[in-house]
């Protein structure tokens, strides 16, 4: 069974504050994205990367970049935490090729 | 305009009931339709996906496109109470990227 975990299931940052969500998967996936999910909005997607090193802008990157050293291991990173950052955030990864993204059980954030 | 517009519901239906999710989308250039399940406190999970327009059946569940309309529907026949879970369309945007819906929740009432 493909298996992507989150470092932390809850989070209470402050205002300002560096924070980092890390996610990993063990499946050797070539493709890992990072979403945010809000009532009434849906998923949306912050970043994505289709390989080691290389990372792409999703639809509301303002405030987020990402890390991706190693295959597994896809970190989000927020530089200085705002309220409006409050959400979960969810990993999901994918092989290369293939249409269904596996997710991670997400990180609920909340900023103060 | 959303890209994929999805009723948040919440929906709420007794138990065997055959329930109707739906979703519309604005980009006929669009190929990969998805459903995912989300229970709560877990992510979101495949459930279906098709590429065509017409009917695709899993069990109790049937996933329909018609990509004439822009319209795809999931169906759930003889809904338990194991199937309360929001419900979120996906849709492929080339390159694979997912475009999903706002979910709707569901929730079956024995």
């Known amino acids: 069974d493909v298996k992507v975990t989150q470092s932390s299931r809850y989070l209470v940052k402050r205002t300002g504050e560096k924070v980092f969500l890390e996610c990993v998967q063990d499946m050797d996936h070539e493709n890992m994205f990072w979403y945010r999910q809000d009532p009434g909005l849906g998923l949306r997607l912050i970043y994505f990367s289709y390989d080691v090193k290389m990372k792409e802008k999703g639809d509301i990157p303002e405030g987020y970049s990402v890390s991706r050293e190693k295959k597994e291991r896809f970190s989000l990173i927020l530089e200085s935490a705002s309220t409006n950052q409050t959400s979960m955030y969810l990993c999901?990864?994918?092989?290369?090729?293939?249409?269904?993204?596996?997710f991670g059980p997400g990180t609920r954030l909340t900023v103060t | 305009q959303k890209e994929v517009e999805q009723d948040p519901g919440p929906l709420s239906v007794p138990e065997g009931a055959i329930v109707s999710l739906n979703c519309t989308y604005s980009n006929s250039a669009f190929q990969y339709f998805m459903w995912y399940r989300q229970y709560s406190r877990k992510g979101p999970e495949l459930l279906m996906y098709?590429?065509?327009?017409g009917n695709k059946e899993d069990g109790r569940f049937t996933a329909q496109v018609d990509k004439s309309s822009k319209y795809i529907s999931l169906f759930i026949r003889d809904s338990q109470p194991s199937d309360s879970a929001t419900y979120l369309c996906?849709?492929?945007?080339?390159?694979?990227?997912?475009?999903f819906g706002q979910g709707t929740r569901l929730t079956i009432n024995p």
């Open positions: 996906g849709i492929i945007q080339g390159a694979q990227k997912l475009v």
């Open positions: 999901a990864s994918q092989t290369s090729g293939s249409y269904e993204q596996y």
């Open positions: 098709t590429y065509s327009s």
